[in-house]
T-cell receptor, first 111, second 112 residues
């Protein structure tokens, strides 16, 4: 079945860039998502990329997709303490209910 | 103003009890979901409804029964609660089955 893997933890200093990596197995994935979960809150969609794109930039966020290696990354420029949260990578193919989530990467931003 | 709201936010109950979690969305979306997030933060879909019709029913014990009285509501009823049911349950909705989902704040269920 589909599988999405992420590292569990990342610690960066405020002002540095953060890079969260994700690998997935489903070669038929159409959409790849990044969700953010703050403590006690629901999941917030940060950004998503279509599988026919290599890169997408949205303000401080840059998503890179290497479809050949099935590798997705999220770069957060000028990381702030408010970026501390759990970031979920997810992949979907043709319908949201088929989305598979990774286990989440906890980002800790040190002031 | 809340887009997807779940109640209650916290639920502590004894094994064997029956409980319900309610979910409402005011976004006018056609599709609603229930996800379970276990203690390891692993998030997995349980059910998906589109226009009040069940679309997805993953491998979930039949003690879990979703009910969608209308498009704006998807409630989750759980019978004979077990310790392993302890988790955070997230409700979500999306415009269609092919668009991004908006999540509620989650309901932390603790079975003792």
């Amino acid at each position: 079945g589909e599988d999405v893997e992420q590292s569990l933890f990342l610690s960066v200093r405020e002002g540095d860039s953060s890079v969260i990596n994700c690998t997935y197995t489903d070669s038929s994935s159409t959409y790849l998502y990044w969700y953010k979960q703050e403590p006690g809150a629901g999941l917030q969609l940060l950004t998503y990329i279509f599988s026919n794109m290599d890169m997408k930039q949205d303000q401080r966020l840059t998503v890179l997709l290497n479809k050949k290696d099935k590798h997705l990354s999220l770069r957060i420029a000028d990381t702030q303490t408010g970026d501390s949260a759990i970031y979920f990578c997810a992949e979907g193919s043709g319908g949201y209910q088929k989305v598979t989530f990774g286990i989440g990467t906890k980002l800790q931003v040190i002031p | 103003d809340t887009a997807v709201s779940q109640t209650p936010k916290y639920l502590v109950t004894q094994m064997g009890n029956d409980k319900s979690i309610k979910c409402e969305q005011n976004l006018g979306h056609d599709t609603m979901y229930w996800y379970k997030q276990d203690s390891k933060k692993f998030l997995k879909i349980m059910f998906s409804y589109n226009n009040k019709e069940l679309i997805i029913n993953e491998t979930v014990p039949n003690r879990f029964s979703p009910k969608s009285p209308d498009k704006a509501h998807l409630n989750l009823h759980i019978n004979s609660l077990e310790l392993g049911d302890s988790a955070v349950y997230f409700c979500a909705s999306s415009q269609s089955t092919n668009t991004e989902a908006f999540f509620g704040q989650g309901t932390r269920l603790t079975v003792v």
